[in-house]
């Protein structure tokens, strides 16, 4: 089966910092992996996905994440972080033999927080 | 930019009604998506409906809930008779393709309150 681990709750940068929102997933086959955003009162944006093509992805708003198979990881990373992007960071991962079809399996969430 | 919309944006009931949460995806889409998110945990699959029948669904998915389209822009999901434990905050999806690397398209969600 597969599972997300996203290992902060919370993350506090201050603006202009790099962000990083790391995640850690596991997965019996060849996983689709991705980062959702969620602003307040918003739906979920989908910031970027892997689908095993470039290791290294980009997304909107200047993010960006590096799937690292040996490391089972899929941390999310920004070099520049601002206020706009305070906000709960979901990481996701979809996988042939889930067992939950098309279903996506949610990691429990990071929220953001940029100090000015 | 196309966005797939839920209404009501916030629904209080008692235990033991029916409700029905409403979500118009996006035009072009075929499959569509029932999660729901309980406070503090993580947002979890509900269904998939493709062709106007469920294609899969979660365990959580028993037997008091159901999902229709009833029209041609709408898809709804029924909760036949609420219980506390169903209060969360429910998700809408819709993508175009069925293929695990297909996006799913959000809503912003249901926040439905079971008193």
């Known amino acids: 089966a597969q599972s997300v681990t996203q290992l902060d709750s919370h993350v506090s940068v201050s603006e202009g910092t790099p962000v990083l929102l790391r995640c850690n997933y596991s997965?019996?086959?060849?996983?689709?992996l991705f980062w959702y955003v969620q602003h307040p009162n918003k739906g979920l944006q989908l910031l970027l996905k892997?689908?095993?093509?470039a290791t290294l992805v980009k997304g909107i708003n200047g993010f960006e994440a590096e799937f690292k198979k040996s490391e089972t990881s899929f941390h999310l990373t920004k070099p520049s972080a601002h206020m706009s992007d305070a906000a709960e960071y979901f990481c996701?991962?979809?996988?042939?033999w889930g067992g939950g079809a098309d279903g996506l399996t949610f990691g429990k969430g990071t929220h953001l927080i940029i100090q000015p | 930019e196309p966005e797939v919309t839920q209404t009501p944006s916030h629904q209080v009931t008692q235990m033991g009604q029916e409700v029905i949460l409403r979500c118009v995806p996006i035009?072009?889409?075929?499959?569509f998506y029932w999660y729901r998110q309980i406070l503090g945990q993580k947002v979890e699959f509900l269904v998939s409906f493709y062709n106007n029948e469920i294609s899969e669904k979660s365990e959580i998915f028993d037997d008091q809930f159901s999902v229709e389209r009833p029209d041609g822009s709408n898809f709804t999901l029924k909760i036949r008779s609420t219980k506390l434990e169903d209060s969360a905050m429910y998700f809408c999806?819709?993508?175009?393709?069925?293929?695990?690397?297909?996006?799913?398209?959000f809503g912003a969600g249901t926040r439905l309150s079971v008193l």
């Open positions: 997965s019996s086959y060849s996983p689709s």
């Open positions: 996701v991962v979809s996988d042939l």
């Open positions: 035009s072009n889409h075929l499959y």
């Open positions: 892997y689908t095993s093509a």
């Open positions: 999806a819709s993508s175009e393709e069925g293929m695990i690397r297909s996006i799913q398209y």
